[in-house]
């Protein structure tokens, strides 16, 4: 078996389905919605919508936590733009927000 990956070096994408470990509900598994810095000391964590919860129910994971990943999150988008794979509520929008910005600030 070859050497585990180092999920805060190399993290998940959006859409990677990743098995994690927490302390109070053992091994979980989910979506990758996004990775966000904690506010307060920048550590990285991966929002994961759970399987077999409600939609839109996110936990944030330390990458740290990580277990797996299957890396198959680019052809669930691509999946996606033809309806053909399962949509997260929670989306990365921030380069559109830049784009947005950018356009706005030219047009000025």
């Known amino acids: 078996m070859g050497a585990k990956r180092d999920f805060v070096q190399r993290p998940p994408r959006p859409q990677d389905r990743i ?26 964590f991966a929002w994961v ?27 669930r988008r691509q999946a996606a733009s033809v309806n053909e794979a399962r949509r997260l509520c929670l989306t990365d929008f921030s380069g559109d927000l830049a784009d947005a910005l950018r356009s706005a600030g030219a047009r000025q």
Request: charged share 25%; aromatic share 6%.
């Open 49 to 75: 919508e759970l399987d077999n919860e409600l939609a839109g129910q996110f936990r944030g994971v330390p990458l740290v936590d990580i277990i797996s990943s299957d890396d198959c999150g680019a052809a």
């Open 19 to 44: 098995t994690f470990k927490t302390a109070d509900d053992g091994e979980l598994a989910g979506y990758v919605a996004a990775i966000r810095p904690h506010v307060g000391n920048g550590q990285r």
